[in-house]
């Protein structure tokens, strides 16, 4: 069942009624009569709910127009977190919708003085992108891919483009750091090897990207994923503007990573603190024995 809100003003509503009012048909649970869904200002869904809930919740109405859905999940070097915020920053993207869960570690993001999701959801004309401040629990990987996987499909997505790091122990001796794709379609992997990127021929993918990738897979939606070697240690924002370059040139995106690069000293001190808690996170999965990735 679900409870419709709107606000007070709108054509056939009540002003009497206060700054909010709710209608709801008991029977259907839709808006009752007379109430136009044009102004709903959010849906309540009314029902159990179980702490393996992952749900999406979303801040606008009007329909995506077959969006490119980027996402960055942190993992190693924090290589998705450093170049998902730089996008949503550079492209001065639109908040439309978050991420949220019990089973989700309790914090809540202050940005510009406002409390919100640490797993959030930006828009600007066809693209998309995930935003997370926070690592994924191991447990929680399936449930979050899943999820994403599901808002993917409703929304008609064209596809899913996955950012990560890959743990490189010589990275310190690269001057510019090597960026591996991987597809889930025949045609993706044509693109990719088009602009003359590596491929992983052979390997493993842990975490959340990982998932994703087979799960697009199982359910043929195309997908890519741009990897960058990475430090296992610390923030590597050059690792995360290597993934964009190669992003950006197989899905032909103007960005400049120019200014991240300007930046990167300050972001390395700024995202220490979700660093450590993916390194915790990433040691989870280890502990679990996959075997590292392998070109």
């Known amino acids: 069942m679900e409870i419709y809100v709107f606000s007070s003003g709108g054509p056939s509503l009540p002003a009497s009624r206060g700054p909010l009012s709710v209608y709801l048909n008991s029977n259907t649970g839709s808006p009752a009569r007379g109430a136009s869904k044009a102004f709903c200002s959010c849906v309540?869904?009314?029902?159990?709910?179980?702490?393996?809930?992952v749900k999406i919740i979303d801040l606008r109405f009007e329909?995506?127009?077959?969006?490119?859905?980027?996402?960055?999940?942190?993992?190693v070097g924090l290589v998705g977190a450093i170049a998902t915020e730089y996008l949503t920053s550079k492209l001065k993207m639109k908040y439309i919708g978050y991420m949220k869960s019990k089973r989700f570690p309790p914090?809540?993001?202050?940005?510009?003085?406002?409390?919100?999701?640490?797993?959030?959801?930006?828009?600007?004309?066809?693209?998309?992108?995930?935003?997370?401040d926070t690592a994924v629990p191991p447990a929680m990987v399936h449930d979050v891919a899943d999820c994403i996987v599901d808002w993917v499909q409703k929304h008609q997505a064209k596809q899913i483009v996955s950012i990560g790091g890959i743990a490189q122990s010589a990275?310190?001796?690269e001057d510019e750091p090597n960026v591996y794709g991987?597809?889930?379609?025949?045609?993706?992997?044509?693109?990719?090897e088009n602009v003359g990127l590596e491929t992983i021929h052979?390997?493993?993918?842990?975490?959340?990207?990982?998932?994703?990738?087979?799960?697009?897979?199982?359910?043929g939606i195309p997908?890519?994923?741009?990897?960058?070697?990475?430090?296992?240690?610390?923030?590597?924002?050059?690792?995360?503007a290597a993934a964009l370059d190669a992003m950006a040139k197989v899905l032909k995106l103007k960005i400049?990573?120019?200014?991240?690069?300007?930046?990167?000293?300050?972001?390395e001190s700024k995202m220490q603190a979700l660093m450590s808690q993916t390194k915790k996170a990433m040691e989870g999965m280890e502990s679990q024995q996959y075997p590292s990735i392998y070109r």
Request: with cysteine.
């Open 44 to 53: 309540i869904t009314m029902g159990e709910e179980t702490e393996s809930t």
């Open 107 to 132: 914090i809540t993001l202050i940005k510009d003085g406002i409390p919100t999701a640490p797993i959030r959801i930006y828009a600007k004309d066809n693209l998309v992108v995930f935003v997370s």
């Open 182 to 192: 991987v597809a889930t379609t025949a045609r993706e992997m044509k693109k990719i």
């Open 63 to 75: 329909k995506l127009d077959n969006p490119i859905v980027v996402e960055g999940f942190p993992s």
């Open 202 to 219: 052979l390997g493993f993918l842990t975490g959340v990207y990982g998932v994703l990738m087979m799960e697009c897979a199982e359910r």
């Open 171 to 173: 990275r310190q001796q």
């Open 223 to 240: 997908a890519m994923g741009f990897l960058a070697d990475a430090h296992y240690e610390y923030p590597d924002p050059a690792a995360a």
């Open 256 to 267: 400049s990573t120019k200014p991240l690069l300007e930046t990167a000293d300050r972001i």
